[in-house]
């Protein structure tokens, strides 16, 4: 009965490929978005759809009807081209056929790359969605542009006399309903016994459906998958530094794939800081597993030429965007941490010896520093900061080894070279489960990095925080300091901050400290004045602990 199944779906997809052929072929070519319209159509009279058959020992052969009276179809070993949408494969001849009395010659050519294409797309193997070209014919579906394609189809050159052009393809969609072999799943991830419906919000313990491809696929099984949540879990708790940083790792991984399948808008960044060999690296290690990352340098997004170009390519795809070992984080940076966390668009980007594209950029930005983070406040609302805890200052390098081995082993395969996706999947799972209790609503918690001790703090910086310091100085609420009552400080600015961008230096030095300085309303009093205000009172507590430790305590804000 199954193989009679298999005939009749066979039989049928290459009945559906050959009528859709031919609603191709009759379209008003003189109109479509190419300049090889004759050339193409030429191309397309050479496509036959042939019919795969078996002799009585099983063996295939493929048979071409001519569609000639008294005259017998072709039939030959290997057709021209074959093509799988992920359920059923059609064939083709590629030539011309000329007729000698009752007799069929063929005369087979090479398929050109656009026509491979077309029929692909014709067969369902690729459909668009969302005005972007996907291709469905596996478990997951993958976005593709022509780059993917050139790889895809094995040619960067040209062959026929043009390449794979997907505006000529959405031309073809338009024109005709050709849907795709399986439906598209945009937000679910697929496992071997559970589906996770990310839109709405649960768990189904069933394997996937053969006629849908999925946001995301994983070879894995859900016992195995929740014990590694528990692990996960567990690790969390020994590696992140307080309450806050905890809840805004939890949510991260979530926030993430919800940005990446388009349900969620972008519009945030992830700051995750300690000292050296806390655990940051790990947990990176296990979203690397269930996500399409790349590394990039904060630097080379910044840089001009070839260089940014290429960076920006490097973008493309991807889902989760690590940025390790970076150095200082400050308003320099703002720009292009703005762009990564709001936009989903970038032009200008170029791999070597390519041709100029727009980087298609679904994924989020994870910067992983142990140096100083001073962001703005526009910058600084944006960024979803996690603290990981410092190893104890005595702790031996074996110590801390048993300490982390558990869990690499339990995470990591090919001695920690990369982390298994049941790992990956447990943490979303802790994060899925973690957004329900959290109403389903993204409330990301403040955290104040302690950048003190990793500060060079100046002479202006240093007197700033000193007069905070006296509540007897601070006016309007105790959060302003103005800037005429105290004549030492306009000396010491000068001599502080000097050239062209003064005022950004010692704009950023403030930011470093928790503190605006500008004209600005303080109270009814004092009216308008030039004046320092406390902007981040834990950011300013910090740096006064760390520098001004002769400060009674009773005197800290």
């Not at 093509?83 to 050109?112: M, R």
Request: proline share 3%; charged share 30%.
């Amino acid at each position: 009965m199954e193989g009679n199944d298999f005939l009749h779906n066979q039989k049928e997809a290459q009945e559906n490929l050959s009528d859709l052929l031919e609603l191709v072929k009759a379209l008003n070519w003189s109109i479509a978005p190419t300049t090889n319209r004759t050339q193409l159509e030429k191309q397309l009279n050479n496509c036959h759809v042939v019919k795969m058959r078996q002799y009585n020992n099983g063996s295939k052969y493929y048979e071409l009807e001519v569609m000639k009276k008294d005259v017998e179809n072709k039939t030959m070993k290997v057709p021209s081209y074959t093509s799988f949408n992920g359920l059923h494969t059609v064939s083709i001849y590629y030539g011309g056929i000329q007729f000698k009395e009752d007799k069929a010659e063929t005369s087979e050519k090479n398929v050109p790359v656009m026509i491979k294409f077309i029929i692909d797309f014709l067969h369902g193997e690729f459909t668009f969605f969302n005005n972007h070209l996907y291709k469905v014919s596996g478990k997951q579906f993958k976005k593709m542009n022509e780059n993917d394609l050139k790889e895809h189809y094995e040619s960067g050159n040209k062959e026929g006399g043009f390449t794979v052009k997907i505006e000529l393809l959405k031309w073809i969609s338009n024109q005709l309903d050709i849907p795709p072999v399986k439906k598209m799943m945009p937000y679910q991830i697929a496992c071997k016994d559970f589906i996770i419906d990310l839109k709405k919000r649960e768990i189904l313990h069933q394997p996937p459906n053969e006629k849908e491809t999925y946001f995301k696929y994983f070879d894995e099984v859900y016992k195995e998958v929740k014990e590694q949540e528990k692990i996960y879990h567990e690790y969390l708790e020994m590696v992140i530094n307080d309450g806050r940083s905890l809840h805004n790792a939890r949510l991260q991984p979530i926030y993430m794939l919800l940005v990446a399948c388009g349900f969620e808008g972008k519009d945030s960044f992830f700051i995750s800081k300690s000292g050296v060999r806390t655990g940051k690296g790990l947990r990176h290690k296990i979203m690397k597993s269930v996500f399409t990352h790349g590394e990039i340098e904060l630097d080379n997004l910044m840089a001009s030429g070839i260089t940014r170009e290429n960076a920006i390519s490097n973008l493309d795809g991807l889902e989760f965007i690590v940025a390790t070992e970076q150095g200082e984080i400050t308003p320099i940076h703002e720009t292009v941490l703005k762009k990564i966390a709001t936009e989903r668009t970038f032009p200008g980007a170029r791999r070597i010896q390519g041709n100029a594209f727009d980087a298609y950029v679904p994924g989020i930005l994870s910067i992983d520093t142990n140096k100083t983070v001073a962001l703005s406040r526009e910058m600084d609302s944006r960024a979803r900061n996690i603290a990981f805890k410092d190893r104890p200052k005595y702790e031996s390098d074996i110590q801390r080894k048993n300490i982390f081995n558990t869990y690499w082993e339990s995470f990591t395969i090919n001695n920690g070279e990369k982390a298994k996706a049941s790992s990956g999947l447990g943490m979303i799972i802790n994060s899925f489960e973690y957004l329900k209790t959290c109403n389903n609503q993204f409330n990301f918690y403040k955290v104040e990095f302690d950048n003190s001790n990793s500060l060079n703090l100046d002479d202006f910086q240093m007197k700033v925080i000193d007069l905070f310091s006296k509540k007897e100085n601070r006016v309007g609420g105790g959060i302003f300091l103005i800037y005429e009552n105290f004549p030492e400080l306009k000396e010491l600015n000068k001599q502080t901050y000097q050239g062209v961008k003064k005022a950004d230096k010692r704009a950023e030095a403030m930011e470093q400290i928790g503190v605006s300085f500008k004209k600005q309303w303080v109270n009814k009093e004092y009216g308008g004045k030039l004046s320092f205000k406390i902007e981040s009172p834990e950011r300013l507590n910090k740096c006064k602990n760390s520098h001004l430790k002769d400060v009674p305590s009773s005197e800290y804000l």
